[in-house]
Structure formats: C-alpha cells, structure tokens
C-alpha cells in the first residue's frame, strides 16, 4: 500500500508560479512511478505530468509541456511539480498518483491516488 499527500495548492494570478510537492510513504515497487494528474468539476481526470526513471524519462502534457517541470527526490520519496507561466485553464484539483511507468501517463496506469491540493489561476 502507498499513501500519497500533496501540499502546495493555491490561488496565485495568471503568469504567476506554483511549487506542488507530493510525499510519498509505504512499499513502492520498481515498476511504479510518481506523476500528477489534474481535474476539473464536471470533467475526468488528465495526466499532468509524471517522471518515469530518475528525472531522465519524464512524460507531460501538451497543454503544460515548456511551463510545468516534474522531478522526483527519490531518497524522500517525493514527486514534485513547478508550474510556471500559469494561466486561467491550469485551475484544477490537483492530484498526486503511483503508477505503472511507461507511455501516457494516463489514469488507466494508476494504483494509488493522494487527495488532491486545489490550484486556483485568477486574473
């Protein structure tokens, strides 16, 4: 079992950056990877971003790709994501998840999920 706890969500102005962190804890498998996705009331989970092998594979999504950054401090067990450059559409609930590695980081890949830290984008 993994437990996953983000902390970082806020409500910054458009343009402005935001550091998300997401701790994790219990048995964690080779196989699995650390990644974020995003979702928005009335529409399904998105697949942000996520690091697939120690900062050197790491996947993002076209919306996002150039303004957010996945890293992973493997030793803390710690997924961390920077959002820069952020815009109205970024508002979401964003959420940490531990999952299978490899191709779309999509929620299909996910095992575990942390509760969420909301990001508001104001103008």
């Known amino acids: 079992q993994v437990q996953l706890a983000e902390s970082g969500g806020a409500s910054v102005p458009a343009g402005g950056s935001l550091t998300l962190s997401c701790a994790a804890s219990g048995r964690m498998y080779s196989t699995h990877c650390l990644g974020w996705f995003r979702q928005v009331a009335g529409k399904e989970r998105a697949g942000v971003a996520a690091v697939y092998s120690s900062n050197v594979d790491t996947w993002y999504a076209d919306s996002v790709q150039g303004r957010f950054t996945v890293s992973q401090d493997t030793a803390k067990k710690m997924v961390i994501l920077q959002m820069n450059g952020l815009k109205r559409e970024d508002t979401a609930m964003y959420y940490c998840?531990?999952?299978?590695?490899?191709?779309?980081?999509?929620?299909?890949?996910?095992?575990?999920w942390g509760q969420g830290t909301q990001v508001n984008v104001t103008s």
């Open positions: 998840a531990a999952g299978i590695c490899g191709g779309v980081w999509s929620e299909r890949r996910v095992n575990f």
